[in-house]
T-cell receptor, first 110, second 116 residues
Framework: DAKTTQPPSMDCAEGRAANLPCNHSTISGNEYVYWYRQIHSQGPQYIIHGLKNNETNEMASLIITEDRKSSTLILPHATLRDTAVYYCIVRVADDYKLSFGAGTTVTVRA | NAGVMQNPRHLVRRRGQEARLRCSPMKGHSHVYWYRQLPEEGLKFMVYLQKENIIDESGMPKERFSAEFPKEGPSILRIQQVVRGDSAAYFC??????????????FGPGTRLTVT
């Protein structure tokens, strides 16, 4: 019963932008799009979230399509330390049960 | 400004023993969540606690698992009579608010339990 679909893996060159896609075609109007990442042997780390507007913070940018059926996480200048599994999650504001699927394994190469 | 702390980081138990996993939330956070990550799988919610209250334990196995978050001290996830299938990484997260908020959950480094 996956709410999101992500590619299993992708490579990125160090210093280049990494664009991570996520499909969430059944998203409801009150569901947010969240991104987390998990670096090997560490706990998940919150990156960014949005409802319908594009968002940017010090870590990344989130672009949500107008119909909200898909989104893209952008890491503007990938570094080797950005190598991790990235999870796209949709949830309503008061849903505390984060559910992590397989995510996208991003490997940043020098 | 310490983050979420978990200990031990690695725990080895023999089948039938008890495992106790501890979690100290971030300063100012009064809501704690436990998740389990089985090998090659994603994180799954187990339980949500506030101080002295279990809010939602719908993700906890029915037997052998229990959790508490006392008024003083860390949250404890307890697994009695461990079996090999309990081998996993157990993550704790905390947030300043719980229901009806978009506050983020901040995760600890996890405890990796190995049952031999």
């Amino acid at each position: 019963d996956a709410k999101t679909t992500q590619p299993p893996s992708m490579d990125c060159a160090e210093g280049r932008a990494a664009n991570l896609p996520c499909n969430h075609s059944t998203i409801s109007g009150n569901e947010y799009v969240y991104w987390y990442r998990q670096i090997h042997s560490q706990g998940p780390q919150y990156i960014i979230h949005g409802l319908k507007n594009n968002e940017t913070n010090e870590m990344a940018s989130l672009i949500i399509t107008e119909d909200r059926k898909s989104s893209t996480l952008i890491l503007p200048h990938a570094t080797l330390r950005d190598t991790a599994v990235y999870y796209c999650i949709v949830r309503v504001a008061d849903d505390y049960k984060l559910s992590f699927g397989a995510g996208t394994t991003v490997t940043v190469r020098a | 400004n310490a983050g979420v702390m978990q200990n031990p980081r690695h725990l080895v138990r023999r089948r039938g023993q008890e495992a106790r996993l501890r979690c100290s939330p971030m300063k100012g956070h009064s809501h704690v969540y436990w998740y389990r990550q089985l090998p090659e799988e994603g994180l799954k919610f187990m339980v949500y606690l506030q101080k002295e209250n279990i809010i939602d334990e719908s993700g906890m196995p029915k037997e052998r698992f229990s959790a508490e978050f006392p008024k003083e001290g860390p949250s404890i996830l307890r697994i009695q009579q461990v079996v090999r299938g309990d081998s996993a990484a157990y993550f704790c997260a905390s947030s300043p608010m719980g229901l009806r908020s978009t506050y983020e959950q901040y995760f600890g480094p996890g405890t990796r339990l190995t049952v031999t």
